[in-house]
């Protein structure tokens, strides 16, 4: 029984998986305490409940509880990190280093800081959607004091080398942030191999609700923030604001359940990614966005050629997908990750990104095969440039002429 | 199940029925990103539009001037950091009885070469017009005064202080965390510039709150991305928790419409009984003639530390406070009691009972009689430790 619109953009949000949702309710509910009330049982359990999905967090990671800050989410987490990181080390530089690939909570983090006097490289990435650990070599400078890299990226999927990143920064004295909100669950993190001195979780991407995300903050080498939220001293002074139990209870039980079963999950979906790559690309002039090998089994990104954007996406509406990330598709700029691994504006605009999840069926990606092998057929059929393109026309050496 | 009596409802309250039905669906079937174009995406945006609506007309305010974020702190932050960042450095003033999620901020915009003012109140917590005079003397840019105070329940004269800050050219904020849904907080007519309010104060969920905020009042914001919230705070927006909002403001309004209906037995009876027992006893009540939140009662025992009166009451089964819960890590004395010339000494011994619509006279009654009980056998303990 399909229910639609099919959901296949797990990476804008994931559903609350049931378990997490009946852990949550009591404390949203019966134990309604105020976590830092240190006078009676109904503060004590609340603190109790925030420090076992505080072990929770820092397990699937293998961090210290002690690393892990709650925070409102990851778009908070990333702000706090960046702002906090070079505002605490501005004494030893100014300059900030990260991709043209990362989400807006970095990069208009990074803007906001180019605003207050600090100075930022923002690298470009291989047409594969990768780092050149060459180029951010190259950038690196001796006032150099941030380097901020997505260990996946949230439009396509690709996965950073995030470990060769870090024994860069560590011998440079270079404090490294990574945004995983899009990791968690999908890729192995350990925090105790991987030399990340600060590092972003959402609960959302990985069934846990919204509103609630973390950040880790690395004890060994001690790494120090500036912190962005004042007020009753929370979380070590680092974050104040009254802690919601329920949703940490929440972002606790979906990280442990990711812990539990990321390596069974994965395969599963690894599987139904393959089998809706394999749909889709026995059609012509079909483009996947991002290097296929260093990317997680979830993500797929893709142009179709000769194809208008938004008639695709109007035309697919029994499944819910997004073109560019969630976060900028008020705008209808073509999606600036396509546009920097080289596509052009048209493609960009064509583009489909399919990010499948926990709960996606066989039945659902069987459909959404069929779906765009029927709609892709139409809209082209209606297309003079494919037709052009049929009768073997170099699109490129047409002139056009304006009216 | 055994559950303590509740008395602590400043603190935080627990979640109203109607609001909990509001919020499931949101933890449930409807989960899309508010933001994402699709049927999913295009729920979650109607469900907090309509949420914003309802927080608006709570307070009188219109909906483009509701700015969600994930509490009180944070939006107070906002308002005292992101009206900074657009000004020239100046003076920023706030009441010497101000929760630290406004004091702090507040004394953080010295870095940035602003000055920090605090504004004296009088002995029973109220600002003093004089006080508030030598301030504006210096003509602060910036100034903040809670509506009602945490710990004592004071209510500020908001609309006279407002006035007189914009008088000489300020930006007026007032922290309504406390005063919602216990008072009218008509945002309008405060004629305040911006107005903190927060979710779990008044039967919603934690992790919800909101900067009542005048468009002319130009806000740097504090956390930067993708633009939500016209872009004064960016994050994927917590549908569940902000339908919770929207429904508990409109239960708090209309529970505060029903009080007005009520003879018998309100809040302020059940307060002014137990105050009349602790005066008695030979308790000091705070702020007792100031004109106060209803459900508030602060009060000191000399010789009786606070900390053990409230684990003592803890184990008899009733929860209370001493000081508000933010900073009861801390082993300082009450900020706000030393700003009212409370000795120190009195104000470790401070206790706070914060009632709410759920509490009966049959609770409050039995917590009389176990604190008189507890105070006599602390009281024991000291004579005979002497």
Same mark, same amino acid.
């Given at each position: 029984m399909l229910k639609f619109p099919i959901y296949l953009d797990y990476s804008a949000t994931t559903p609350v998986d049931p378990r997490v949702a009946e852990a949550m309710i009591p404390w949203l509910t019966e134990h309604f305490g105020n976590p830092a009330s240190r006078s009676h049982a109904y503060g004590w359990e609340a603190e109790q409940a925030v420090e076992d999905a505080r072990g929770h967090v820092a397990a699937l990671v293998n961090a210290d509880p002690r690393e892990i800050i709650w925070t409102s989410g990851a778009t908070e987490s990333n702000n706090l990190a960046i702002k906090g990181a070079a505002q605490f080390y501005k004494g030893k530089g100014k300059h900030l280093i990260t991709l043209k690939t990362e989400h807006k909570?970095?990069?208009?983090?990074?803007?906001?800081?180019?605003?207050?006097?600090?100075?930022?490289?923002?690298?470009?990435?291989?047409?594969?959607?990768?780092?050149?650990?060459?180029?951010?070599?190259?950038?690196?400078?001796?006032?150099?004091?941030?380097?901020?890299? /997505? /260990?996946?990226?949230?439009?396509?999927g690709v996965v950073q080398p995030i470990a060769e990143i870090g024994e860069l920064c560590r011998e440079k004295g270079i404090v490294f942030h990574v945004d995983a909100a899009q990791a968690t669950g999908k890729v192995e993190i350990d925090l105790d191999s991987l030399k990340v001195d600060l590092m972003s979780f959402s609960a959302h991407k990985t069934y846990g609700p919204k509103g609630v995300g973390a950040l880790y903050v690395r004890r060994k080498p001690r790494v120090r923030l500036e912190a962005q939220m004042h007020g009753g001293g929370h979380e070590r002074g680092l974050r104040s604001g009254t802690l919601p139990t329920h949703q940490i209870v929440g972002m606790g039980e979906a990280f442990r359940i990711a812990r539990e079963e990321m390596n069974a999950e994965n395969g599963r979906i690894r599987r139904l990614r393959d089998k809706l790559l394999a749909g889709l690309q026995d059609m012509d002039e079909v483009y996947v966005n991002g290097d296929l090998t260093h990317r997680v089994p979830h993500n797929l990104n893709i142009s179709f050629a000769y194809v208008e954007g938004e008639s695709l996406i109007m035309a697919i509406k029994d499944v819910a997908v997004s073109s560019g990330s969630a976060c900028t598709s008020a705008s209808l700029e073509p999606s600036y990750v396509l546009r920097a691994l080289g596509r052009n504006d048209e493609l960009a605009h064509s583009s489909i990104r399919f990010s499948i999840g926990r709960f996606t069926t066989e039945e659902e990606v069987d459909f959404t095969i069929d779906l765009l092998h029927r709609k892709i057929s139409k809209l082209r059929e209606l297309s003079p440039l494919w037709e052009m393109v049929q009768e073997g026309i170099d699109l490129n050496t047409v002139q056009w002429a304006a009216h | 199940m055994f559950a303590p009596v509740y008395l602590d409802w400043n603190a935080t309250t627990p979640l109203d029925e109607a609001v909990r039905e509001a919020m499931l669906p949101w933890l449930g079937m409807r989960f899309g990103n508010a933001s994402s174009r699709h049927e999913y995406g295009r729920q979650a945006r109607a469900a907090i539009d309509e949420a914003r609506a309802r927080v608006a007309a709570a307070v009188g305010a219109h909906p483009t001037e509701v700015v969600f974020t994930s509490g009180g702190s944070e939006a107070n932050n906002l308002f005292i950091k992101g009206a900074a960042a657009l000004l020239k450095p100046g003076t920023v003033a706030v009441s010497a009885v101000e929760h630290p999620c406004v004091r702090e901020p507040a004394r953080q915009l010295r870095r940035n070469g602003w000055l920090f003012e605090e504004i004296a109140v009088d002995a029973e917590g109220r600002v003093e017009g004089s006080a508030l005079t030598a301030v504006l003397s210096h003509k602060p840019a910036l100034c903040s005064v809670m509506l009602a105070n945490n710990e004592t329940g004071v209510l500020q004269d908001v609309p006279a202080l407002a006035a007189r800050v914009r008088g000489v050219g300020g930006w007026f904020h007032t922290d309504g965390v406390q005063a919602l849904g216990k008072v009218p907080v008509r945002f309008r007519e405060l004629g305040v510039h911006a107005l903190t309010v927060s979710a779990h104060k008044i039967g919603g969920p934690l992790g919800a709150g909101a900067l009542v905020v005048d468009k002319r009042l130009e806000l740097a914001p504090l956390i930067a991305g993708g633009g939500q919230e016209r872009g004064l705070r960016s994050g994927t927006e917590n549908v569940a928790a902000i339908v919770g909002f929207g429904v508990a403001c409109e239960q708090a309004l209309a529970r505060i419409e029903a009080r007005k209906a009520e003879a018998a037995c309100t809040l302020k009876t059940l307060r002014d009984a137990l105050e009349a027992d602790l005066i008695e006893a030979g308790a000091s009540v705070f702020s007792r003639g100031a004109p106060r939140l209803d459900?508030?009662?602060?009060?000191?025992?000399?010789?009786?530390?606070?900390?053990?009166?409230?684990?003592?009451?803890?184990?008899?089964?009733?929860?209370?406070?001493?000081?508000?819960?933010?900073?009861?890590?801390?082993?300082?004395?009450?900020?706000?009691?030393?700003?009212?010339?409370?000795?120190?000494?009195?104000?470790?011994?401070?206790?706070?009972?914060?009632?709410?619509?759920?509490?009966?006279?049959?609770?409050?009654?039995?917590?009389?009689?176990?604190?008189?009980?507890?105070?006599?056998?602390?009281?024991?303990?000291?004579?005979?430790?002497?």
């Open positions: 909570a970095v990069l208009d983090t990074v803007r906001e800081l180019e605003r207050q006097g600090f100075e930022a490289t923002y690298l470009d990435v291989q047409e594969n959607g990768l780092i050149d650990l060459e180029a951010l070599k190259a950038a690196i400078r001796p006032d150099t004091i941030v380097v901020s890299v /997505m /260990m996946v990226n949230n439009e396509i | 459900n508030t009662c602060f009060f000191a025992i000399e010789g009786v530390d606070g900390e053990t009166l409230v684990a003592r009451l803890d184990r008899a089964g009733f929860a209370i406070a001493s000081g508000s819960a933010c900073s009861s890590a801390s082993p300082e004395p009450s900020h706000t009691l030393l700003a009212m010339g409370v000795p120190a000494a009195l104000a470790r011994s401070a206790v706070r009972v914060s009632l709410g619509h759920r509490t009966t006279a049959d609770e409050v009654q039995r917590f009389a009689t176990a604190l008189l009980q507890q105070v006599n056998e602390l009281k024991q303990l000291t004579a005979m430790a002497v």
